[in-house]
């Protein structure tokens, strides 16, 4: 007699693994090492721009390209890098943003010429853009709303100032021997951390769904490619034909990327955002902080330099001062969490700088060597400055993830620092322009100064109606 078949027992069930859980501590610390590295990138030719122009053979006309070139990078790239990783993985953005910074900069290091250094630093700005829109994304996947995440990013916010501060001082002492260990230097620290980030940092996204704004992307970075060219060449007069059809044809673009934003299903800025108000002020603090603060202090060593007669390491010194000062205070300012609103924090870091600027009227116009009250003026002025810089590279971060949706964290901090980059770059033509005619450092001062208080208004104007 046949045995009667009996069913197989069901495997047993199982469940499926649990998702990888963020590791705040590391993903903090990964995320403000590779932000402090890009910032260093961006300050180096601060302190070096003379020899810099000298090894490469730059005209006057051609200086302010190799200070612009990592902003327009920045700028055209960022919003797209922001909204691409929010909807591919920030952890991907953010591998490919270090590896490319890492390899771009070591080009940087073998260019021969003006043209070729210009093309590498622009390349530089595009990497490092990838690294800023997706750290504030993977800091809020990585900590919870409210004062812990307030606290993590007023340290990465610091750490925007450990960059700053060290770059040119990087420069400065490598660039007695040779300008271009600077960079040497920096892509092996872009590559290191980008090796750190490969087993430390967990992948974190927000997909929406549709195709990717592809349009949106080509007539944002035409539009961004075209404005910022145009400020450029602006240094060489502001009324040349080409500087003004490029302004004309960035508007065109601008607004075809309004009209392209409104038709798409995945938009790289949601169109309603520029009806609120945190947004804006949010906006308007990053496009302020770089007319009026880092277009100044970009030319600020070369200023120190022309005028008081300091080596590059002297002024590199000076300028740590200031950004030294930026950093403490960053890093302080998680104290405010919760009894100061990052609104008026931004608008107490504009007065300050204000405040510390206008106390230098005067001191770099004189020439000649600095006497004791050159230097009683100077050291006071860039530690106000610096304080109002500290407040304003915690505020910014902050604002940028408060006034986007949660799950669109890496686009409010792309649009945020788009602002910033695109105010830097301005700024940076700007101030060579009228520092280096009739009006000399004490104009550009003014300039900045006027911009300080402009944004102040703006950022108190620019709150919720309730």
Do not use: C, K
Request: aromatic share 6%.
């Amino acid at each position: 007699m046949a045995q009667p078949v009996r069913p197989r027992p069901a495997p047993p069930a199982t469940t499926p693994p649990p998702a990888a859980r963020p590791r705040p501590g590391p993903t903090l610390a990964i995320t403000s090492l590779a932000t402090a590295v890009a910032l260093m990138n961006y300050t180096a030719p601060m302190t070096t721009l003379p020899g810099i122009s000298a090894a490469l053979a730059t005209p006057p006309s051609g200086q302010a390209w190799l200070l612009n070139g990592t902003p327009l990078g920045l700028a055209v790239v960022l919003l797209v890098a922001g909204s691409l990783a929010d909807d591919y993985g920030r952890r991907r953005l953010f591998l490919i943003g270090t590896l490319a910074l890492g390899l771009t900069t070591g080009l940087g290091a073998l260019a021969t010429s003006t043209l070729t250094f210009t093309l590498a630093r622009v390349a530089q700005g595009a990497a490092s853009a990838a690294i800023l829109a997706t750290s504030l994304g993977l800091l809020v996947g990585a900590f919870p709303a409210g004062a812990a995440r307030i606290r993590a990013t007023g340290v990465w916010g610091a750490f925007v100032s450990v960059g700053i501060a060290l770059g040119p001082l990087l420069a400065g002492s490598l660039g007695s021997i040779d300008w271009r260990l600077t960079y040497v230097v920096l892509g092996l620290a872009a590559l290191l951390t980008a090796a750190f980030a490969l087993r430390a940092l967990d992948e974190s996204r927000a997909p929406r769904g549709g195709r990717p704004d592809l349009a949106g992307a080509v007539v944002l970075g035409a539009a961004m490619t075209a404005l910022l060219t145009a400020l450029t060449l602006g240094r060489d007069g502001w009324l040349r034909a080409p500087v003004g059809l490029l302004l004309l044809a960035s508007l065109a673009l601008a607004l075809a990327f309004l009209a392209v934003e409104r038709r798409a299903a995945a938009p790289l800025i949601d169109p309603a955002l520029l009806r609120s108000r945190t947004f804006l002020a949010s906006s308007a603090g990053g496009l302020f902080t770089g007319l009026a603060v880092i277009g100044l202090f970009s030319f600020l060593p070369t200023l120190l330099q022309r005028a008081l007669g300091l080596s590059t390491i002297d002024a590199a010194w000076l300028f740590l001062l200031w950004s030294g000062t930026a950093f403490v205070v960053a890093l302080q300012s998680r104290r405010l969490t919760g009894r100061v609103a990052a609104r008026h924090q931004m608008a107490a870091g504009f007065v300050l700088h204000a405040v510390g600027v206008l106390s230098l009227l005067g001191a770099l116009d004189a020439g000649g060597h600095p006497d004791t009250t050159v230097w009683l003026r100077l050291f006071p002025a860039l530690i106000v400055s610096g304080a109002g810089s500290g407040l304003l590279n915690a505020a910014l971060p902050r604002l940028a993830i408060e006034s986007v949706p949660q799950e669109r964290a890496a686009m409010g901090s792309g649009a945020n620092n788009t602002a910033r980059y695109i105010g830097s770059s301005a700024g940076v033509s700007v101030t060579i322009a009228v520092a280096t005619t009739g009006s000399g450092a004490d104009g550009a001062m003014l300039l900045s100064v006027g911009l300080a208080l402009v944004a102040t208004v703006s950022v108190l104007l620019l709150r919720e109606r309730r």
